[in-house]
């Protein structure tokens, strides 16, 4: 069976703890990225130590699972050998033999990060905020059928394919692109024999596990609301974050699939440019971000932050069909006498909107319906039982239950793995 982690809100909500957790209760065979790329990061901090995931899967912390890195993902080889090594210098066993790469993933090269960067510079004071790692351009040369995919390497058509990209490219930005093919060309003369052993028919492969009934992790990347289709477009990622992009990317069967489980922060934070009906610029936010340490695993950048934002939540829920929730981080709220959470924006001719609105510009003339909830001002971290929750804290948490009609079955209080309540 499958057991699927989305973010979401805005991403960074801390999926990879939960799925760490879950993984050390050896109730997975196989832990599988679909989409995104290295843009991704995920933090683990397990026996003292911290683990950063960007492109591989973090089922590689568990010595007994197998890990697939599905064809929805645009893969970077130099990140991927990079993480390996380093996961290695840590001291986990046996990483390389247990990674597989879909030979129908998208390649991220060099010449997208370098496009990445001079598109998010025309685009001045409207730009998206990307990581500056290619992603997007990854991504539209997919939808333009011109990109390269792993089989290619193996092709004699490899070669003379990157330089046509390159010299499309290189028309369009003149002397402002900055990239060499010649060295791309020779880097990738490199990765290919050594990708070789990683490299699988991943629709097989999937096919294989499904068959034989191994059980499955699908490590979401990003979050719904940077979903493609669904998020707050055009401040967005380039590929499908959601259920739906997870049975796409990996060839899963709809009827196999167990467990949704939504990762949501339990205040609201985003990196980047892009709407934030909730976000706090005062106080609030600066405590939220220095006490939450809110900065990015990936990209080093201060995210921003806010209240709970329940429109969000329930906009997200309604397209993923969350069976559970994880709520994380409940501690990062202690100190605070009065917690907000935000349940509708309220338009200049007083209309009350309760599902997130295609039209962004609508945002901004919006105003922010809160509901208030009385503090606890004592510590929560890591309490691991329910009963040992502040009444207050409780109070917060089912009313997130009934607003969405979801369970929070898992609810983070600290950075540790075993900092966890667990709700069954």
């Known amino acids: 069976m499958v057991t ?29 990225r679909a989409a995104g790329g290295h843009n991704a990061g995920h933090s683990v901090r397990t026996g003292g130590q911290t683990y950063s995931f960007h492109l591989l ?3 590689l912390m568990n010595p007994g699972t197998e890990n697939l890195i599905g064809s929805g993902v645009v893969f970077n080889a130099e990140a991927f050998f990079k993480e390996l090594f380093e996961l290695e210098a840590k001291g986990l066993p046996r990483v390389r033999d247990r990674i597989h790469v879909s030979s129908r993933c998208h390649l991220n090269l060099t010449l997208h990060s370098a496009v990445d960067g001079l598109s998010e510079a025309e685009l001045g004071a409207n730009m998206i905020g990307t990581t500056k790692r290619g992603i997007g351009p990854s991504y539209s040369q997919k939808a333009a059928r011109d990109g390269l995919r792993i089989s290619d390497l193996y092709s004699d058509s490899f070669e003379p394919r990157l330089r046509l990209l390159a010299q499309g490219y290189s028309k369009r930005y003149g002397d402002l692109l900055k990239y060499d093919v010649e060295e791309e060309l020779r880097r990738f003369k490199d990765y290919k024999e050594r990708l070789r052993p990683h490299v699988v028919d991943a629709v097989e492969y999937i096919s294989g596990v499904q068959e034989k009934k191994r059980s499955v992790l699908v490590e979401g990347s990003q ?10 477009y ?7 974050c959601s259920t739906g992009g997870c049975i796409q990317g990996l060839a899963l069967s709809p009827f196999n699939i167990k467990n949704i489980i939504g990762v949501v922060k339990a ?23 220095e006490v ?27 397209i993923n069909h969350y069976t559970s929730f994880n709520l994380t981080k409940l501690d990062v709220l202690d100190s605070f006498p009065t917690i907000r959470v935000g349940v509708a924006y309220i338009t200049p001719s007083g209309e009350r909107l309760t599902s997130f609105p295609a039209d962004l510009s609508m945002l901004e003339k919006c105003d922010v319906e809160y509901v208030d909830f009385q503090g606890w001002q004592s510590s929560t971290k890591g309490v691991r039982k329910w009963e040992d929750l502040p009444p207050q804290a409780q109070k917060y948490l089912e009313y997130i239950e009934k607003a969405t009609g979801v369970k929070v079955a898992y609810v983070g209080t600290g950075q540790d793995r075993e900092d966890m309540i667990i709700r069954q």
């Open 4 to 32: 699927i982690i989305l973010g979401s809100q805005w991403g960074d909500e801390g999926k990879g703890k939960l799925t760490d957790y879950l993984l050390s209760t050896n109730a997975f065979d196989v832990c599988a």
């Open 57 to 59: 899967p973090s089922g």
């Open 223 to 232: 979050a719904l609301m940077l979903d493609l289709d669904y998020g707050s």
């Open 234 to 240: 055009p401040f967005v990622t380039s590929s499908n």
């Open 267 to 289: 205040y609201t934070t985003r990196v980047g440019s892009g709407p934030f009906p909730t976000e706090q610029h005062g106080d609030v936010g600066t405590t939220l971000q």
């Open 292 to 318: 939450g340490g809110e900065i990015g695993v990936s990209t080093g950048r201060r995210r921003r932050c806010g209240w709970l934002d329940l429109v969000v939540l329930k906009y997200s829920t309604t």
